[in-house]
Structures are given as C-alpha cells and as structure tokens.
C-alpha cells in the first residue's frame, strides 16, 4: 500500500509543480467611450478597415495586394504604418469579421515586432453600438505578452502588454472623443 500512497503523492506533487512553471495567461483589455454623434456617423469615420487615419498614431493604412474583395472584406490585410522618429514601425493586421450591418470588425494581428507592440497572438473588436442614440465605441481585444516564457524581461511582460495596448485604444477613444464630444 505505501508504494502506491507514494506513487499518487509524487504524481499530485509533480501536477502543482507543473501548474505553477506553466507560460503566460492570456490578456484582455476592453475600452469604451460614449460619444456626442450618431453612431452611424462615428461608424463612418472608423468603420473603413482600410482607413485607419482617424487613430494619432497611424501615419498611413496600407492595404496589401492579395488583399480580398470588397464584397468579400473577411481576410482583408492591413499594414499600418506608424508615427515614429526612427524607422518605419509597422502592424500587419487581418480581418477575421466583417459585420456593417452591426456597425462592428474583428481582426487580428499577423506580424508585428515586440519592440513595436510587446503582444503576441493578439485580436480584437472595434464596434460602434446605439445608447440612446449616441455612439458608444467599444474597442475589446485577447493577447498574451511578448516574451512567451517564464520570467520575461520588463519590456515584454503582462504589464507592459496591458499598458501598451490600453495606450493604443485609449489614444484612439481620445482622438474620437476630441472630434465627435463625449457624451454628458
């Protein structure tokens, strides 16, 4: 009987070893803002996935040659050119969802450096909903960090992902906010 109470010890021991050396958890952020406009009118000013002018920190949207259709927008690519003083930083992004009905996209990031975003295997929502007849501007997104090992350096930590990914959508909502008002 001991070799066997020994046996499930050492496996029950071995399983809380593993579930604490285990990788990254996944992250989210989810950021919104009520605007002073119909929510037509802000869904026409970012609702275009090949148009992302109206966020400060895109210089240029750049749609890439095998890009699809307009009547078929799933699979759409994106390189978003950055503001930047050196180089030129870029964010490769696809569409995985294309709903103008409900005023919404999902898509995805395909290739980006860490040192540009310090994400990895990152997607996200951009949707225009009605509240009371005001848009509300609900930007929600999954990532992990971009070190995908234990102990990462500070710069690709959960920490910095979260931060660097509540800058973009905030500095997004910001801009929205000073063009269209906030909501009272």
């Known amino acids: 009987m001991k070799p066997v109470l020994t046996v499930a010890l050492a496996a029950m021991l071995s399983m809380v070893g593993a579930a604490h050396a285990h990788g990254p958890v996944r992250l989210k952020v989810e950021l919104t803002e009520t605007l002073n406009a119909a929510p037509d009118e802000v869904w026409a000013a970012i609702g275009k996935f090949d148009d992302m002018g ?77 509240q009371d007849g005001k848009a509300r501007v609900v930007w929600k997104g999954g990532f992990y960090r971009g070190f995908p090992n234990n102990d990462p350096p500070a710069e690709l930590n959960d920490d910095a992902a979260t931060a660097a990914v509540t800058g973009i959508y905030q500095a997004g909502l910001d801009a929205l906010a000073e063009r269209f008002g906030k909501a009272e």
Request: charge should be negative; aromatic fraction near 6%; charged fraction near 20%.
């Open 54 to 130: 109206w966020h400060p920190a895109v210089a240029t949207t750049e749609m890439t040659a095998d890009s699809a259709s307009a009547t078929e927008p799933e699979k759409s690519t994106r390189v978003l050119h950055l503001r930047a003083d050196a180089g030129d930083p870029t964010i490769t992004e696809q569409l995985t969802k294309w709903q103008p009905e409900k005023r919404c996209y999902a898509y995805r990031i395909t290739a980006v450096e860490v040192t540009v975003l310090p994400v990895t295997n990152y997607a996200s929502t951009l949707c225009v909903n009605d």
